[in-house]
């Protein structure tokens, strides 16, 4: 598969190689006082801190998706999200990708230079679909089974595998309908959205099989529980099995891993991409 994704102002993103997409909170955890100048300011070092350290897509939320947590309002979400993705844009042409479902936040987002949708409701809410067709970029279209606040309640499924690649490939011809071109589509299992320890680490295994559908995928496992529960550690204690998780899913062909700890996931990539492509006599990465 020979994939690059076309972002705004002739800008580009090559999927050859595997990325690291950067989280970058704006959540109220984040944001104690409410937005103020200082905060998007720290946002935007934060930013830019993580390029540094080898993110080349900066993911930027203001809604909270985590199991139980409170719907965030329209207003709200805007006024986290929008002066964060100007202020980042005044300073660097990095690739910024908004995660959002709301189909309002999508359009005031890529109009403040965001690059990328990512949805966590794969374009499902009212508006998202038409509106996200009509803004031209690349989009990340997650799966997950019902909803934030209660789809850890015994998730099941008919055929783990089978049954995610069936929801993709729906929401597949959802978008092409509305002329989304497929090769601007990126798939993403959704680990912990819906799924069991034992459902997240067979869906890691079989990673490669979401890309049958001729997309590339994306595979955010970062400090999840499905590191956690595992081995029983803290979110704070979930360092080395994150970065374990984001190499299985690189090797078995994941193309962008979502991330919080930037520079160590990039040190993995760059031995495992050493290994794989060899280095030339500088000690350089071959290309190719
Ligand atoms: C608490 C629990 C806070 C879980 C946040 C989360 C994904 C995503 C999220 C993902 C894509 C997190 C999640 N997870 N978008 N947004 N894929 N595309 O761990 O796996 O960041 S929120």
Not at 40 to 60: C, P, T
């Amino acid at each position: 598969m020979m994939s690059i994704l076309k972002l705004p102002r002739g800008r580009e993103l090559d999927l050859s190689q595997p990325h690291i997409m950067a989280v970058l909170n704006v959540t109220p955890d984040s944001f104690s006082d409410g937005g103020s100048h200082t905060s998007y300011d720290s946002a935007v070092n934060k930013a830019l801190e993580l390029l540094n350290h080898g993110a080349s897509i900066i993911d930027i939320g203001g809604e909270s998706t985590r199991p139980g947590a409170p719907d965030v309002t329209l207003e709200d979400e805007l006024n986290r999200v929008i002066p964060v993705i100007k202020a980042l844009r005044g300073q660097s042409d990095c690739v910024i990708s908004i995660d959002t479902s709301k189909a309002i936040v999508m359009k005031k987002a890529v109009e403040a230079g965001a690059d990328i949708i990512n949805d966590v409701r794969a374009l499902q809410e009212p508006n998202a679909l038409k509106t996200a067709a009509g803004l031209n970029v690349p989009i990340c279209l997650m799966h997950m089974q019902g909803q934030p606040r209660t789809m850890q309640n015994s998730p099941q499924y008919d055929n783990l595998i089978s049954d995610i690649n069936d929801f993709f490939a729906q929401r597949i011809d959802a978008c092409e309908k509305l002329g989304i071109d497929k090769k601007q589509i990126i798939l993403d299992p959704g680990f912990g959205f819906g799924k069991t320890l034992a459902h997240n680490y067979e869906i890691l295994n079989k990673i490669d099989a979401f890309k049958t559908l001729g997309c590339e995928v994306l595979a955010g496992l970062s400090r999840k529980s499905m590191i956690g529960n595992l081995l029983n550690r803290d979110t704070n204690e979930r360092l080395a099995g994150s970065l374990a998780g984001a190499l299985i899913a690189a090797q078995k062909g994941a193309k962008i891993i979502r991330v919080h700890d930037v520079a160590q996931t990039s040190d993995v990539l760059t031995v495992w991409q050493a290994c794989e492509k060899g280095l030339d006599n500088k000690g350089n990465l071959n290309v190719g």
